[in-house]
């Protein structure tokens, strides 16, 4: 059994909201099942992040509320609505 991991930013804290950045950690090294077709090179495997769980994926962690606000309301520092995703994958041995 292995873990893949995946990170989405969405662009609020809403799971339905857009997916603006992600990232796929796959302890399977590509053994597992692959991620649906992006709809370009660089776009997001999934729209939402209520799509990934529609497709089977956990999540494990949803963002903390707060975050610094800067002058005429920038927000500063990391993208903000991360979530993280998990699914295990049995392998062929």
Same mark, same amino acid.
């Given at each position: 059994m292995r873990q893949q991991l995946l990170?989405?930013?969405l662009a609020e804290s809403p799971l339905d909201a857009?997916?603006?950045?992600w990232a796929l950690y796959d !302890?399977?090294?590509g053994k597992g099942p692959t991620l649906?077709?992006? @709809?370009g090179p660089d776009a997001p495997p999934y729209g939402t992040g209520l799509a990934a769980i529609e497709d089977g994926w956990c999540l494990l962690?949803?963002?903390q509320p707060g975050t610094p606000? !800067?002058?005429? !309301?920038?927000i500063l520092g990391e993208l903000q /609505?991360? /979530?993280i995703f998990e @699914? @295990?994958?049995?392998i062929a041995p």
């Open positions: 990170y989405l930013w857009e997916v603006v950045a !302890g399977a090294q649906p077709a992006a @709809r962690q949803a963002p606000v !800067g002058p005429e !309301g920038a /609505f991360q /979530f @699914r @295990r994958v049995q």
